[in-house]
């Protein structure tokens, strides 16, 4: 079996993947358990295959958070957080299955993630001026 070798860049976008993962599938634990919400598709795969196969699965959808990133406008990036910001909304777009997580092409997450990166940016700008 031949050797997958991971550049700097896709290294950091898989530990930056595990640890959104990490955040969502605590955070949809604790809603959970207050009733607030359902358990996820992401968690209950999580549950049935266990940590190494989701640490894999961040390592294989590396390169799609990479190809992602490269496709959102810089504009839409600039003051937004790629760890705890720009990874998660990616991650959100991920359709999960005892298989693995499925995805669209990066073209398509990015623009969806542009929309919610920009609409988090306005919303961050009114509470700015509406403090002001």
């Known amino acids: 079996m031949a050797r997958?070798?991971?550049?700097?860049?896709?290294?950091?976008a898989a530990l930056c993947l595990w640890e959104a993962m990490?955040?969502?599938k605590f955070t949809n634990e604790k809603r959970e358990e207050e009733g607030l919400e359902e358990?996820?598709?992401m968690v209950s795969v999580w549950d049935d295959?266990?940590?190494?196969?989701?640490?894999h699965e961040a390592l294989r959808l590396a390169h799609v958070?990479?190809?992602?990133?490269?496709l959102i406008p810089v504009g839409a990036r600039d003051a937004i957080a790629?760890?705890?910001e720009i990874v998660p909304a990616i991650l959100d777009t991920?359709?999960?299955s005892h298989q693995g997580a499925a995805h669209d092409a990066p073209a398509q997450i990015a623009a969806v993630v542009t929309v919610?990166?920009?609409a988090e940016q306005k919303r961050f700008q009114d509470s700015q001026r509406k403090a002001a």
Do not use: H, N, P, Q
């Open 116 to 118: 919610a990166l920009e």
């Open 22 to 24: 990490l955040e969502a």
């Open 82 to 84: 790629y760890d705890w």
């Open 49 to 55: 295959t266990g940590s190494l196969f989701m640490r």
């Open 94 to 96: 991920f359709r999960w």
């Open 39 to 41: 358990r996820s598709d």
């Open 65 to 70: 958070v990479c190809e992602t990133y490269e």
């Open 4 to 12: 997958k070798i991971y550049s700097e860049l896709e290294a950091e």
